[in-house]
C-alpha cells in the first residue's frame, strides 16, 4: 500500500499555549488583534479560489463521475482538498495560535477500483471542501465588518485633520458646510461636533478587536472541526502505529534469532563437526579407542546442548544465553589432542 500525506500526521486537533490575552486598552495596538485581522485578509485573497475550487470538485464529481476518467478526476480533486486544508491549517497556527494536527494520512488500496473508491471517499478531503464552501460567506462577512469598524474608527479620530480637505455642500439651511454630512442637515464642521466624532471614532476603534476575535473564534472553532482528525482517523492512525510497532518488534525478534543462531548454535554444531572429525580420523589412524569415544562423547553432549538451545529459540521464551557463556562453553569444546 502506498501512503500520502500533506501534512505532518497528528494524534488530534490541539491549541497552542496562548499568548497573554492584551487588556482592554491595549486591544488595538496588539499584535495578536493585527494577526487576527490579518488571518482575515488573507482568507479572503484565498475564498474565491478556495469556493471555485470546492464547487468545480463537486460539479465534476456529479457531472462526470459516470467515467471512468471522470471518476479518477474527481477522486484526484476530492485528494487535492487535503491540501487547502493544510494551507489553512498553516495559516490558523502562524495567525490565530491555533494548531490543529493533520488528520490521518490517504493511504492507497491495492487495486484500481479500490484505489478510485478511496479517493472520492476520502473524508478528510470531503470535510476540507465543505470548510471551504461554509466559510466563503464567513469571509466576505467578517472581513467586510472588521474593516469597516477598523476604517471608520481611525477616519473619526483623524477626522479633525482631513476635513478641512473636504469639498463645501449646501445645507438644507442654504449655508455652505465643509466636512461630513450626515442626514440633510447635519455636519460635522464644529468644533464641538468634530470633537464629538472623534469621541465615536474611538469606541469604534476599541470595538474593532472584539469584533475580529468573535469572527476568529468561529474560524478556530470551523478548522478544529473539520480540518482536524476525527476521532474514527485518531482510531484508525493509532491501530496503525500499534502495528507498526507490532511489525517492528517481529523484525528485531528474527534478527535476534538469527544472530543467535549464527552466533550460538550453529557454531556449537561447527564443533560438534570437528569432533566428530577428529574421532573418525582418529579411528582411521588406528588411534586409542578410549580417545575416540572421549571425543563423541563430547560431541554427543554438544549435541545435546545445541537441541535445547534450538527448542529454547523455537519457543521464543527465553534469549539464548549461548552469546554470554561462548567463551567458557568454548573452553569446554575444545578437541584434545590428536593421538601418535
Not at 502506498?2 to 497552542?16: C, H, K, L, S
Request: with cysteine; net charge positive.
Amino acid at each position: 500500500m502506498t501512503t500520502m500525506t500533506v501534512d505532518r500526521p497528528g494524534a488530534g486537533p490541539t491549541t497552542r499555549p496562548a499568548r497573554r490575552d492584551p487588556g482592554f486598552l491595549t486591544a488595538p495596538f496588539a499584535s495578536r488583534t493585527w494577526r487576527e485581522q490579518a488571518y482575515l485578509a488573507l482568507v479572503l485573497l484565498l475564498a474565491p479560489f478556495a469556493f471555485t475550487y470546492a464547487v468545480l470538485t463537486v460539479s465534476l464529481a456529479a457531472g462526470i463521475a459516470v467515467t471512468v476518467v471522470g471518476l479518477v478526476v474527481a477522486g484526484a480533486l476530492v485528494l487535492g482538498g487535503r491540501g487547502w486544508g493544510a494551507v489553512h491549517r498553516g495559516l490558523a497556527r502562524e495567525l490565530l495560535d491555533v494548531d490543529v494536527d493533520a488528520p490521518a494520512p490517504y493511504t492507497r488500496p491495492r487495486g484500481f477500483w479500490r484505489t478510485v473508491g478511496s479517493l472520492i471517499g476520502d473524508p478528510a478531503g470531503w470535510r476540507a471542501l465543505l470548510f471551504m464552501i461554509v466559510t466563503f460567506p464567513l469571509t466576505v462577512l467578517s472581513f467586510v465588518v472588521s474593516i469597516t469598524f477598523l476604517a471608520t474608527g481611525l477616519g473619526l479620530i483623524t477626522y479633525g485633520i482631513w476635513f478641512r480637505f473636504l469639498p463645501e455642500q449646501t445645507g438644507a439651511d442654504g449655508e455652505l458646510h465643509r466636512g461630513a454630512q450626515l442626514g440633510s442637515s447635519y455636519f460635522l464642521d464644529t468644533p464641538p461636533r468634530i470633537l464629538l466624532g472623534m469621541l465615536a471614532g474611538v469606541v469604534l476603534l476599541y470595538c474593532w478587536p472584539w469584533i475580529t476575535r468573535t469572527f476568529t473564534l468561529l474560524y478556530r472553532v470551523l478548522t478544529a472541526a473539520l480540518l482536524g482528525p476525527t476521532q474514527a482517523g485518531l482510531r484508525v492512525a493509532e491501530l496503525e502505529r500499534s502495528r507498526t510497532g507490532a511489525v517492528d518488534d517481529a523484525d528485531a525478534r528474527l534478527r535476534s534469532i538469527e544472530r543467535d543462531l549464527h552466533d550460538g548454535t550453529q557454531a556449537r554444531l561447527v564443533a560438534v563437526a570437528m569432533q566428530l572429525g577428529e574421532a573418525r580420523e582418529h579411528l582411521a589412524e588406528g588411534g586409542d579407542v578410549a580417545q575416540a569415544a572421549e571425543l563423541l562423547e563430547t560431541a554427543h553432549t554438544s549435541t545435546k546442548d545445541a537441541l535445547t538451545e534450538l527448542r529454547e529459540l523455537a519457543r521464543g521464551s527465553t534469549r539464548p544465553r549461548w552469546t554470554a557463556a561462548w567463551p567458557s562453553r568454548s573452553r569446554r569444546w575444545r578437541p584434545g589432542p590428536r593421538c601418535p
